[in-house]
């Protein structure tokens, strides 16, 4: 059973919805991350909060915005998204973000349809 | 360039067989590595780290090349169970934000 536990697994919506993304992490870690999966690409980080504090924000489109209310708990909440955003969204956290140990435990991912 | 390249396979080997992944990076920069395996629909998970002496772990080999940019992952007596996807992946320094990750390359191994 993995540490990193995302809600829902599986999300459809149309372009005009409002829904959000739910990760929590169990291991007592210090950073969360936001990974974008989709076909045939490699993962791409999207965003990156240590100690709740976002400290990366990777030129993220305003129609994806993130939420860390503490240390176990990340949001991304979703608003008018694009067909294009369809992909497995991916949490991830790691004790620290500071450090190049290069390890980050991943949630099982959110996969994404957007009609 | 891409950052990080890797050949996207699929490499389809018998059990047994012995099966080696390159990897390369673009930013001579560059200080850690990592390989990363991702099984079909399910997230992925750090496999081994890529020291500069190169490193082992059981039936899986990782060599790093600094001069070339090159990084390597040799399996022998592959099981089927080692069927997956493989991504090499590249810190940048700094922090963990600077993982890049390759697209990653598939294998699957048949009886």
């Known amino acids: 059973e993995t540490g990193v536990t995302q809600t829902p697994r599986h999300l459809v919506m149309g372009m005009t919805n409002k829904k959000s993304l739910k990760c929590e992490q169990h291991?007592?870690?210090?950073?969360m991350y936001w990974y974008k999966q989709s076909a045939k690409k490699p993962l791409e980080l999207m965003f990156v909060y240590s100690l709740e504090e976002r400290v990366e924000n990777n030129s993220v489109p305003s129609r994806f915005s993130p939420e860390c209310p503490n240390s176990s708990h990340l949001f991304l909440h979703l608003h008018t998204l694009q067909p294009e955003d369809s992909a497995l969204y991916l949490c991830a956290s790691s004790p620290g973000y500071n450090t190049l140990t290069g390890e980050l435990f991943f949630g099982e991912g959110s996969r994404l349809t957007v009609l | 360039r891409k950052e990080v390249e890797q050949d996207p396979g699929p490499f389809n080997v018998p059990e047994g067989a012995t099966v080696a992944f390159n990897c390369t990076y673009s930013n001579s920069a560059s200080q850690s590595f990592f390989w990363y395996r991702q099984d079909c629909r399910k997230e992925p998970k750090l496999l081994m780290s890529?020291?500069?002496s190169g490193n082992e772990d059981g039936r899986f080999t990782a060599q790093l090349n600094r001069a070339s940019q090159y990084i390597s992952l040799l399996i022998r007596d592959s099981k089927l169970s080692d069927s997956a996807t493989y991504l090499c992946v590249v810190n940048r320094g700094g922090s963990q934000g600077n993982l890049i990750f390759g697209k990653g390359t598939k294998l699957s191994v048949k009886p």
């Open positions: 291991l007592g870690h210090n950073a």
């Open positions: 890529v020291y500069s």
